[in-house]
């Protein structure tokens, strides 16, 4: 599958002017950028193009590209970490990308390396993981998985280290900052990201689906199915490298650095990505396709005898609305959705079996 970022041509414009209006998308759009978005392939870049940093892009770059319970030190209010992707990181990228047009991106540190494990383990039998780039905030995850499994992609960006941290909380905050912004650097490389966590079971390859969609600017899985205003799972999502896919990340990545450094000079309080990529989806007309509500489930699956009644069988089920991995990996033992042995150093099944 090619994700070119580019829509069906032909009757783009009318099917466009329609789909904005029922939205009530009426933003102003710049006609090089609409040509451009139009018409962007993913190509091959220089190197000297690949290593431009996101804070430093170049025209050329530009032109190219128009839950959850983690893990890390707690924030202190001093100056946020200034995030530069290191060469590895695109390297791999560029790497993967030449492979499947996309890349499948996972965020973990030492204190999710056992979750990170279980879930390597489930989707093994997928033909996934040759396609999915391992990003470590600190050194001891980086080499639990490189020693565990050395045929991983696995790159270390640093931020933080391994103390672990509760959903909504400051350091956890912070985190899915620097995860924004990581992501905002791949998709300024015009390379398609599907963001996916661990904490979550695989009964069924999920890129079956992704690869319908390569048409669209998102393709996502309701947090709150079964409600009229969906609200997406920022941590399983597809963002196709389209101009508005990129300016939409863009002003997500900005509006979070804006409210990190009011925490960190005292003025503010940090925020989580969530809500804030909701509501950019909403207001900057993007094309999002929503994943089948009878196969994509949230956590809610686990506690609604209901949606277990549902006759077909689920393809991915997030292990969210609960807090704290312990608890996460007590209810995925408990549902035969644990793939780790109690030594931590064998797989122990996967639904392929």
């Not at 909701?278 to 196969?295: A, C, R, Y």
Request: proline residues 4%; hydrophobic residues 35%.
């Amino acid at each position: 599958m090619d994700y070119s970022g580019q829509r069906s041509v032909g009757s783009e414009d009318k099917m466009n002017e329609s789909w904005r209006a029922r939205s009530g998308f009426e933003a102003e759009v710049d006609p090089a950028d609409r040509k451009l978005y139009q018409t962007t392939k993913y190509e091959k870049l220089s190197p000297t193009t690949l290593l431009v940093l996101p804070d430093h892009r170049s025209q050329e770059i530009r032109q190219h590209s128009l839950s959850r319970s983690m893990v890390t030190k707690p924030a202190t209010k001093s100056t946020p970490t200034k995030l530069e992707p290191n060469s590895g990181l695109l390297s791999t990228v560029e790497k993967i990308k030449g492979l499947k047009g996309l890349v499948i991106m996972q965020f973990l540190n030492l204190g999710y390396i056992n979750m990170t494990k279980s879930w390597i383990c489930n989707v093994e039998c997928m033909n996934v993981l040759p396609f999915t780039i391992f990003i470590t905030s600190d050194s001891q995850a980086y080499w639990a998985l490189r020693e565990w499994k050395a045929h991983l992609n696995v790159v270390l960006q640093k931020f933080g280290d391994s103390k672990s941290m509760k959903f909504q909380e400051d350091a956890y905050n912070e985190f899915m900052c620097y995860r924004v912004r990581v992501v905002d650097s791949i998709l300024n490389i015009s390379v398609a990201v599907f963001l996916v966590e661990s904490d979550a079971v695989w009964l069924a390859n999920p890129m079956d689906f992704i690869d319908r969609y390569s048409n669209v600017d998102i393709v996502a899985t309701a947090n709150n199915a079964g409600r009229e205003n969906k609200r997406a799972m920022a941590g399983f999502i597809f963002l196709n490298a389209t101009s508005w896919t990129y300016r939409m990340w863009k002003k997500l990545r900005e509006r979070l650095d804006q409210i990190s450094a009011a925490y960190h000079n005292g003025t503010g309080r940090t925020a989580g990505d969530m809500g804030i990529l909701n509501g950019l989806i909403k207001t900057e007309g993007l094309k999002i396709q929503w994943l089948p509500e009878d196969q994509f489930f949230s956590g809610q699956w686990y506690r609604k005898p209901e949606l277990r009644d549902i006759p077909k069988q689920p393809v991915v089920i997030q292990n969210n609305y609960i807090v704290g991995n312990d608890q996460k990996e007590e209810r995925a033992k408990q549902w035969n959705h644990w793939f780790l042995s109690n030594s931590t150093k064998e797989c122990i099944g996967n639904p392929c079996r």
